[in-house]
């Protein structure tokens, strides 16, 4: 048996194996034929040798490829797509521990470098490569950033799961307007040229501005609930944390009694997803840290370090009008808060993220808990400020009293609409509220990336959809 096993050893060459580049850089199958496939990331021909990185996005690291300059080609440019075969060693040099000394390169796909947007060795500043939406993630900065993106989001997912929340798939498509701010994309669907067809819902339909009265429909039966989907606003506001399209994480609980159990939810998820990306995407985070926003480690760290002060809305506006900034807007009581404001509310509760609560009744949506027991007419609505972005979460307890909800609804003409939501109230009400907060938004705060159009695989934004 063992003669034959050899003879056929000795017939079937070994197959190289197969690894992806974090691997292979990492050091595993250390002496053996291996076989890695990415992009070139640079491309150094010397007199007898040759030397290559290449990336394939499995992390930041590039692993240096070391061939005899016989194997160079032409065609192998930066930005080209290779196969290369060869046996993976430590490497005698300081910069990586390991080397794939090559005996095959394969050029799989050309990259023309005179075409090509991107340049070898250069720093492209994001505005540039916000321009070529299709290449961005070529580079080592954005491709860290999605690398995060990836990894943030599986950090909510696991927040929740772990605290004992169900998750569930709110619509796309509905017929309300949650917020009531008017800023719907409405859903038609192309004409036939039959009357009767017109109308494909039979009811205005619209792309969803917040999951939230869905979840309320399941808080009703899970107690605990949260989405994390697209979202839209046709917001025309061509600013650094608006998208026509963005990702919101929502959360809805039942049996909550005040906003300080809300808030308590809202600063674990922040904390515990942040650690965890800390943790997880360290060489990434790093990158961000040190080279693309230097200076914002110390910042994340300061956020984590101190509990979120609270103050309420009546006391922000005290803040804001004893100070000598000169605000754009002037503020009083009964004013929306403005990104100025909020920026300067964050400042001067030390940099740190920092919850408004109490706001005027009339600033929230229908939906908002009436503060019946402040000499102010307040809504039980709170928002999280954040260092460099201002409003990350916005949130509430949500009216649960039948009669209140309904002369709301019927102040603003809304009984009829919403008579399945005033239903929630006539069968089994509970006290409960949540609050939605903006993903893109969360990442430009722990990144320190001042515009959104950065943080998102392909900003929506007006005037724009590129691809
Ligand atoms: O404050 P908003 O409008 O709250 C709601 O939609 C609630 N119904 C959520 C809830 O209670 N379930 O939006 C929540 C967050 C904001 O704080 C902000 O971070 C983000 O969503 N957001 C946007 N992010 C990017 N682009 C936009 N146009 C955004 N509008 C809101």
């Not at 390169?105 to 490569?129: A, M």
């Not at 798939?169 to 800023?183: F, K, L, Q, R, Y």
Request: aromatic letters at 10%; proline letters at 5%.
């Amino acid at each position: 048996v063992l003669s034959h096993v050899r003879r056929y050893c000795q017939k079937t060459p070994i197959k190289p194996i197969k690894l992806r580049i974090s691997e292979a850089a990492s050091g595993a199958e250390l002496g053996a034929e291996v076989k890695v496939q990415g992009w070139v990331r640079s491309c150094r021909p010397q007199k007898t040798n040759l030397f290559l990185h290449v990336n394939d996005g499995s992390s930041l690291q590039s692993l240096q490829i070391v061939a005899s300059s016989e194997l160079n080609d032409p065609l192998l440019t930066f930005g080209s797509a290779v196969e290369v075969t060869g046996i993976l060693k430590k490497s005698p040099h300081q910069k990586q521990s390991v080397e794939l000394e090559a005996d095959q390169i394969h050029v799989i796909g050309e990259c023309n470098p005179v075409d090509f947007p991107l340049k070898v060795k250069e720093r492209h500043s994001f505005e540039y490569l916000r321009q070529f939406p299709h290449l961005r993630c070529r580079t080592n900065a954005f491709s860290s950033l999605l690398r995060i993106r990836s990894e943030a989001t599986t950090a909510m997912h696991s927040y929740f799961k772990e605290n004992g929340f169900v998750q569930i798939h709110t619509p796309v498509i509905t017929s309300n307007d949650c917020e009531g701010a008017g800023e719907l994309f409405q859903v038609e669907a192309p004409s036939t040229g039959n009357e009767e067809d017109e109308n494909f819902f039979s009811v205005p339909a619209y792309l969803t501005v917040s999951g939230q009265l869905h979840l309320e429909v399941m808080s009703g039966a899970f107690s605990k609930v949260y989405t994390f989907g697209p979202t839209f606003r046709a917001e025309n506001s061509q600013t650094r944390r608006h998208l026509a399209e963005f990702y919101m994480v929502e959360a809805e609980i039942s049996f909550t009694e005040s906003l300080e159990d809300l808030t308590k939810v809202m600063e674990d998820m922040f904390r515990s997803a942040t650690e965890h990306v800390l943790a997880h995407c360290a060489e990434d985070v790093d990158l961000f840290h040190k080279h693309v926003t230097p200076g914002h480690r110390e910042t994340v760290d300061s956020m984590l370090k101190k509990s979120f002060p609270v103050i309420t809305y009546s006391e922000a506006i005290n803040i804001l009008n004893r100070s000598s900034e000169k605000f754009a807007f002037p503020t009083h009581w009964g004013c929306d808060l403005q990104t100025e404001h909020e920026k300067y509310l964050v400042k001067h509760c030390g940099n740190i993220p920092v919850f408004v609560t109490d706001y005027p009744y009339d600033l929230k949506p229908f939906y908002a808990r009436d503060n019946e027991d402040h000499p102010e007419h307040t809504a039980a609505a709170v928002d999280l400020l954040v260092p460099g972005v201002g409003e990350l979460c916005g949130g509430s307890l949500r009216e649960e009293r039948l009669d209140l909800l309904r002369a709301r609804l019927e102040e603003v003409g809304l009984e009829d609409i919403y008579s399945w939501y005033l239903d929630l109230r006539r069968f089994g009400s509970v006290p409960h509220g949540g609050f939605g907060l903006g993903f893109e938004r969360y990442l430009q705060c722990i990144l320190g990336v001042d515009n959104i159009k950065d943080v998102i695989p392909f900003p929506r934004f007006s005037h724009s959809c590129l691809l």
